[in-house]
């Protein structure tokens, strides 16, 4: 019913920049929560930026003043910019959606949506 698909990741030298985007279709009404997690090889899954409907990002500590998380709540998308790149940051980057509300659905489902993963490679 509802379906991720992250874009914009590649292989970039440490110092350089991505920008991620996270699109969500399907029977949508509204998207409570949507966040970036990132997943490097023999490493769990971490989350790096959270984003409520109406509230203020959140980011992980590794990430601030580096990674800035922004949504589109009318086209359900969300952007995350990255800026200043280090090789620790290679991963598989994940979109999640959470909270949703489904068209014709007066309550929120309690699935959590997630993407197929994109790749950011940060090395020189």
């Known amino acids: 019913q509802v379906q991720l698909v992250e874009s914009g990741g590649g292989l970039v030298q440490p110092g350089g920049s991505l920008r991620l985007s996270c699109s969500a279709s399907?029977?949508?009404?509204?998207?409570?929560?949507m966040d970036w997690y990132r997943q490097a090889p023999g490493k769990q899954r971490e989350l790096v930026a959270s984003?409520?409907?109406?509230?203020?990002?959140k980011y992980a500590d590794s990430v601030k003043d580096r990674f800035t998380v922004s949504r589109d709540n009318a086209k359900n998308t969300m952007v995350l910019q990255m800026n200043n790149l280090k090789p620790e940051d290679t991963a598989v980057y994940f979109c999640?959606?959470?909270?949703?509300?489904?068209?014709?659905?007066?309550?929120?489902?309690?699935?959590?949506?997630w993407g197929q993963g994109t790749q950011v490679t940060v090395s020189s």
């Open positions: 984003t409520t409907n109406g509230g203020s990002p």
């Open positions: 399907g029977s949508i009404f509204s998207i409570y929560t």
């Open positions: 999640n959606a959470g909270g949703v509300r489904l068209s014709g659905s007066y309550s929120l489902s309690k699935d959590v949506y």
